[in-house]
């Protein structure tokens, strides 16, 4: 028996294989054959596993009916408006897809959805996964332990004004590479770029001090977090700047230094340590502390 040779598998072969096999260009799945894979390797000149490869080719791409199309997997009006629903998604939130999905068919037995089906679902409507906000709430009882702290607060920072003293608002900040920005504004396809020897700089630490009357009042720039001892060094600094009041100086019994500061600060632990509460009374400071930031 002569042995045949291999032909190139073009378009035209491969369609006149199908007709020949189906009597159909594109054929479905489960459709009648009408002649076997030998007879047409003889009919077209082809080896039996050529026909066979076409044959399989057909089956393995043939059109399926989409599970979508399905009436269980079919999103109508309410399921919409279910999965879209704020509330749903806040109760839904740390949850994967998959448990997602569930929760969903146990709302709705007679409906089904895929983790994949509801990812879709989510990006037609715009619905992403973005960073979480938090927030702290106070309880009642702190909630009004922070009001009285408030109206405290306020009154000697009127009474301050009244007496004609001193204001001062006293805060730190650090600079490290992460206050570099990590985003910022490009045209399409391009991103701004630095170079990372332009900010890797040393650890800076910057405590301030600023007033209605002189603006920036006392800054200064350490290198290392501020401390107890950069801090008193700081206050050291700020009484040296803030001379006497000769008309304050005329009601006040402080020996070594009449004129008052009334310094508004934050609750650092570093503004309420006790070698720093000492230095308050000997320069004559008197921290006004603000409310905690969880009020």
């Not at 390797?41 to 199309?69: F, G, M, N, P, W």
């Not at 009127?158 to 490009?186: G, H, M, S």
């Not at 008309?247 to 020996?255: G, I």
Request: charged fraction near 30%; hydrophobic fraction near 35%.
């Amino acid at each position: 028996m002569a042995k045949k040779t291999t032909t190139e598998l073009t378009p035209e072969i491969k369609e006149a294989v199908r007709l020949l096999r189906y009597r159909k260009k594109k054929p479905q799945k489960n459709d009648a054959t009408y002649m076997s894979l030998g007879k047409i390797a003889d009919e077209l000149k082809l080896t039996y596993h050529q026909v066979k490869y076409i044959c399989t080719r057909v089956t393995l791409h043939k059109k399926r009916k989409s599970k979508r199309d399905k009436p269980e997997r079919i999103l109508e009006a309410e399921q919409e408006a279910y999965l879209k629903d704020p509330a749903i998604l806040k109760a839904w939130a740390g949850r994967s897809l998959i448990e997602r999905a569930v929760l969903y068919h146990r709302r709705f037995p007679h409906k089904v959805i895929s983790a994949m089906e509801l990812c879709r679902f989510y990006k037609r409507n715009q619905i992403k996964r973005k960073a979480v906000t938090r927030y702290k709430t106070a309880t009642p009882e702190k909630q009004a332990e922070y009001e009285a702290w408030q109206r405290e607060s306020y009154s000697k920072l009127q009474q301050a004004w009244n007496n004609n003293e001193r204001v001062l608002y006293i805060d730190e900040c650090v600079f490290t590479k992460a206050t570099i920005p990590k985003l910022d504004y490009a045209h399409k396809h391009t991103n701004q770029t630095v170079n990372e020897q332009d900010f890797f700089h040393r650890y800076l630490a910057v405590v301030a001090a600023i007033s209605s009357d002189r603006g920036v009042d006392c800054i200064m720039v350490f290198d290392e977090a501020i401390t107890r001892e950069t801090f008193l060094t700081f206050l050291e600094e700020l009484r040296r700047r803030n001379g006497i009041n000769r008309q304050v100086a005329r009601r006040s019994t402080h020996k070594h230094h009449p004129t008052p500061i009334n310094c508004f600060l934050d609750n650092l632990a570093v503004h309420k340590c006790p070698e720093v509460k000492e230095a308050y009374d000997r320069l004559n400071i008197q921290p006004i502390f603000n409310v905690p930031y969880a009020f």
